[in-house]
């Protein structure tokens, strides 16, 4: 062998040690990694070849377990940094880090599974402009956006159910969405998306009213095949063939705004006209709606709830339906009596109370209209300290 050949393949032989010394390193598992860095798309993350003798070991994108009440994303270390993230610990058995994207006031995100959060939170906000932030959709395969109010508590309406001093606003998307407030903390919305134009997502508190608000808002974007997007209409989305259904800003508590008239002001938010969905699960065929356990104030959408005593107020003695029905209401489709099946013979109810109901008109859902003034009237019926609505249904097997 000539003495040529033999430094070609001396050099050969070193440059194929280093290459495989500096692979083994840099794919060696700490706080350092970055090699699973090279991907940074999100789904499944599939082994990728190196260098002939080193494997690196991708890992799904999946939400993970985090140290506070966020949960967060299986992303890379890079990725994280990238998306100014925050790491809260591991994920994917330490190959990858559980990654919490958070975003405040005047930002934008195209980030799937973004928390939108007051300034300073969970401390109290003290109000001030408008905070928003400029949702845009990760990739063309996204039709539909989950607005979770993890933690959503705002001042209250007026004591006409307008909400004048805090506000929560959602524009942009192909879903309209009623202007909000109060406590609608655990609430869940749907929102489409209109192709390509971004949904902005905008909190007005008024600074000149001290109060203790704050909210903590989840941002999941679902693509066009994700079996958890809602049917186009319903702005909520129940699944389970038990739950409860709960109006914005429904609590047992009195708004302690006086109405126009001077009466004791009203929970219920004016000017709603949305559609409420429950996913028919396989096997069951009709539904059946009530009153939330023993709270006597679930449901009163039109009366006078201060001069109501316990035999009027949650019973079928307050009940209302039909034509007397005009102002604020909810719309359970072709109803009928539990147990007999007898027609109700419409499909309005409201009042001061409920009588269990059932329908198996199909698809499972329910509207909810407020007009504009929540509070006595001299041209409507008084209505007085009322609260809105929470009521748990029950699927009923074929």
């Known amino acids: 062998?000539?003495?040529?050949?033999?430094?070609?393949?001396?050099?050969?032989?070193?440059?194929?040690?280093?290459?495989?010394?500096?692979?083994?390193?840099?794919?060696?598992d700490d706080n350092f990694n970055d090699l699973d860095d090279e991907e940074t798309s999100y789904g499944e993350r599939k082994g990728?070849?190196?260098?002939?003798?080193?494997?690196?070991?991708?890992?799904?994108?999946?939400?993970?377990?985090?140290?506070?009440?966020?949960?967060?994303?299986?992303?890379?270390?890079?990725e994280c940094h990238n998306l100014n993230g925050t790491i809260?610990?591991?994920?994917?058995?330490?190959?990858?880090?559980?990654?919490?994207?958070?975003?405040?006031?005047?930002?934008?995100?195209?980030?799937?599974?973004?928390?939108?959060?007051?300034?300073?939170?969970?401390?109290?906000?003290?109000?001030?402009?408008?905070?928003?932030?400029?949702v845009n959709r990760c990739n063309?395969?996204?039709?539909?956006?989950?607005?979770?109010?993890?933690?959503?508590?705002?001042?209250?309406?007026?004591?006409?159910?307008?909400?004048?001093?805090?506000?929560?606003?959602?524009t942009g998307g192909n879903t309209i969405v009623p202007v909000l407030c109060g406590d609608n903390t655990g609430q869940t919305l749907f929102v489409d998306f209109n192709g390509n134009a971004a949904i902005t997502i905008a909190v007005t508190?008024?600074?000149?009213?001290?109060?203790?608000?704050?909210?903590?808002?989840?941002?999941?974007?679902?693509?066009?095949?994700?079996?958890?997007?809602?049917?186009?209409?319903?702005?909520?989305?129940?699944?389970?063939?038990?739950?409860?259904?709960?109006g914005f800003n429904y609590g047992s508590a009195a708004?302690?705004?006086?109405?126009?008239?001077?009466?004791?002001?009203?929970?219920?938010?004016?000017?709603l006209n949305y559609g409420i969905c429950i996913r028919m699960e396989a096997g069951f065929c009709q539904i059946q709606y009530s009153q939330t356990g023993n709270d006597p104030f679930s449901f009163t959408?039109?009366?006078?709830?201060?001069?109501?005593?316990?035999?009027?107020?949650?019973?079928?003695?307050?009940?209302?339906n039909g034509a007397a029905c005009t102002t604020d209401f909810v719309v359970i489709p072709n109803p009928v009596l539990p147990g007999t099946l007898t027609p109700v013979n419409t499909d309005r109810f409201c009042g001061l109370g409920f009588v269990p109901v059932q329908s198996g008109a199909k698809p499972f859902v329910l509207y909810v209209v407020t007009d504009g003034n929540e509070g006595a009237t001299a041209l409507t019926p008084p209505d007085v300290a009322n609260r809105g609505f929470s009521l748990a249904y029950t699927q009923i097997a074929c």
């Open 1 to 28: 062998m000539s003495i040529n050949n033999m430094k070609h393949k001396l050099i050969w032989w070193s440059i194929a040690a280093f290459l495989v010394t500096v692979a083994a390193f840099t794919a060696h």
């Open 48 to 78: 990728k070849i190196l260098f002939p003798f080193i494997s690196i070991v991708r890992f799904a994108n999946v939400d993970c377990a985090s140290t506070n009440t966020m949960n967060g994303t299986c992303l890379a270390r890079r």
């Open 88 to 134: 809260t610990g591991m994920c994917a058995s330490r190959r990858g880090r559980c990654c919490i994207v958070s975003r405040g006031c005047g930002t934008s995100t195209n980030v799937n599974n973004t928390y939108f959060t007051s300034p300073g939170y969970p401390a109290a906000y003290g109000g001030g402009q408008s905070c928003g932030i400029i």
């Open 140 to 170: 063309n395969n996204i039709c539909q956006l989950r607005i979770d109010l993890l933690d959503m508590v705002l001042a209250q309406p007026n004591g006409d159910g307008v909400c004048n001093t805090d506000s929560l606003i959602i």
């Open 205 to 246: 508190a008024t600074l000149a009213t001290t109060f203790t608000r704050r909210w903590n808002i989840r941002l999941t974007q679902l693509g066009c095949d994700c079996p958890g997007i809602a049917p186009n209409g319903c702005l909520q989305y129940y699944t389970g063939t038990t739950g409860n259904i709960i």
């Open 255 to 271: 708004n302690t705004a006086l109405s126009a008239s001077l009466v004791t002001g009203t929970r219920q938010l004016a000017n």
């Open 301 to 320: 959408l039109t009366g006078d709830v201060d001069g109501a005593d316990n035999t009027v107020l949650g019973t079928a003695v307050g009940a209302v």
